[in-house]
């Protein structure tokens, strides 16, 4: 049955070959960006301003920086095209 028969549901107001794989990588990298920048930020006050040595959390907060940056790009290089014909049932 087409979703524009049913009653109650309005028709679709998407395109089928329309595509949020722009949205999807914006929505990953940005946040991305600007939480490495503020770690660069922290890590450069630390050794250079503060000019004190790196302590266990700053050594966490670096590895969670990468761990972050390398589910966002898992998460930006997905799947974000239009379905497949057969995919959509």
Known sequence: M??????GFPPPT????ES???NIIAAAI???VVS???VALRL???LSILKTRLVASDWVLLAACVAAIAYA???AGGRSGPVPQDDQN
């Open 36 to 38: 490495t920048s503020f």
């Open 2 to 7: 087409d979703p524009s028969e049913v009653p």
């Open 14 to 17: 998407y395109l089928a070959d």
């Open 20 to 22: 949020r794989a722009a």
């Open 73 to 75: 790009g898992g998460f």
């Open 30 to 32: 940005i946040p991305a």
């Open 44 to 46: 450069y006050t630390r």
